[in-house]
């Protein structure tokens, strides 16, 4: 009995051992291509991609929203909320801390983060660990309940607002600071770093990644870490959206909207009128719908052929003129949640109806999140997080 189970061990631990050997095999082969690739780490996937804060939700949102409950976050918030699938809601403070509210909006617990506080929204790995990237450059990873997994240092001196955070198709995400991008994987093992001429404005993802720059160049970013140059805006770029697997949107020098296609690298303007001024917020869906602010007065719709296809007035500004900064959060039915600085969020549907939720301004928004089908999370820069439900809807948290 004793040799039957010596045998049956020695089984399970070659099938254990044949894992991390065919991953270690596929980081040597991939070595050839990538230098900066460290041959010693086995290089980990995950099925689930990261979540990474966006202005595109892949829920409804509400058509009629009203204010579900109302709470209050001590020390400000510094970046757009998040949500979990399980409809937790992650905010991370102008302190070093990582607070986590339940889908009632009761407090589940708050983490310090260290010596420095997040540089970006807090990321949501396919394992479902809280990732947050502090501007200290480290990498923190927190559990569902808010125990601290791992900390680990990020390959850059420093992080910021302006960093661009996206998910890649293995479970992994790339970062770009600066002039200097890098690839990591799921296990956070950096797989390539790399360096650009210009500072970086966003990663677009899909395949392949695309790289923006400040200055409006566009790059294909391939696994092994080379930029090739895919055409460009030759103009400041504001705000960066992909619509289609080869098309680029940007609003250019706040003041019109252009379209890149990378495969021919030609550039066709969609919009622009003198005397309306662009807001920096700009969102696309998978039917390669895209959506900008006016002004802060307009919402302008655009369809998958480049036309605009709708110009919705939004509700009246009161006398201190356009709002300083607007947020938007575009559904996949093409209806839309708008936060303007100082007025209440308004709910906006493909139709041109307008609906606003009453007792829901504040001076400086956030981009809201959805958190289940006709609900979403907003929050407001000093501290206030608002649950906005469709008022037709009975559905429970």
Not at 84 to 91: K, P, R, T, Y
Not at 198 to 222: K, M, R
Not at 262 to 272: I, M
Not at 354 to 378: F, K, Q, T
Request: glycine share 10%; proline share 7%; hydrophobic share 45%.
């Amino acid at each position: 009995m004793s040799r039957r189970n010596d045998s049956k061990a020695r089984l399970r631990l070659r099938k254990h051992a044949l894992v991390p050997a065919v991953a270690l095999a596929a980081v040597l082969s991939a070595g050839a291509r990538a230098g900066e690739l460290d041959p010693t780490l086995a290089h980990t996937f995950s099925l689930a991609e990261a979540r990474v804060v966006s202005a595109r939700s892949p829920l409804a949102l509400p058509r009629n929203p009203t204010v579900k409950w109302r709470v209050r976050a001590a020390g400000g918030i510094a970046h757009p909320p998040v949500v979990a699938a399980d409809g937790s809601v992650l905010l991370s403070l102008l302190t070093p801390t990582l607070v986590q509210y339940d889908a009632r909006g009761r407090l589940s617990w708050s983490a310090r983060l260290g010596a420095s506080a997040a540089a970006v929204s807090t990321i949501l790995q396919g394992n479902g660990t809280r990732l947050v990237l502090t501007q200290g450059a480290e990498a923190l990873g927190f559990s569902a309940r808010g125990q601290l997994l791992f900390q680990t240092l990020l390959p850059f001196a420093s992080l910021d607002a302006s960093s661009s955070v996206a998910p890649t198709d293995d479970g992994g995400i790339l970062i770009a600071s600066g002039r200097r991008l890098a690839r990591l994987d799921a296990a956070l093992n950096v797989v390539f770093t790399t360096r650009l001429e210009h500072d970086v404005h966003s990663i677009l993802p899909g395949q392949p990644p695309l790289v923006v720059t400040n200055g409006g160049a566009v790059f294909e970013l391939t696994p092994s870490g080379e930029t090739l140059e895919r055409g460009s805006f030759a103009a400041h770029v504001d705000a960066a959206t992909r619509t289609g697997p080869r098309r680029v949107a940007a609003i250019l020098e706040g003041r019109r909207l252009s379209e890149l296609d990378v495969e021919r690298e030609t550039v066709t303007t969609r919009f622009s009128e003198p005397d309306l001024e662009l807001g920096s917020t700009l969102a696309s869906n998978p039917g390669s719908d895209l959506v900008v602010l006016g002004g802060g007065e307009f919402l302008i719709a655009f369809g998958p052929d480049g036309r605009e296809k709708l110009r919705t007035p939004l509700p009246a500004l009161d006398s201190s003129g356009r709002p300083p900064s607007s947020q938007l959060l575009l559904g996949p039915d093409r209806s839309v949640l708008v936060a303007r600085a100082g007025l209440d969020v308004v709910a906006i549907q493909p139709d041109g109806s307008v609906a606003r939720v009453e007792g829901s301004a504040c001076a400086d928004p956030l981009r809201p999140a959805s958190v289940a089908p006709g609900s979403a999370i907003y929050a407001c820069r000093s501290g206030i997080v608002l649950r906005l439900d469709d008022a037709a809807s009975d559905r429970r948290p």
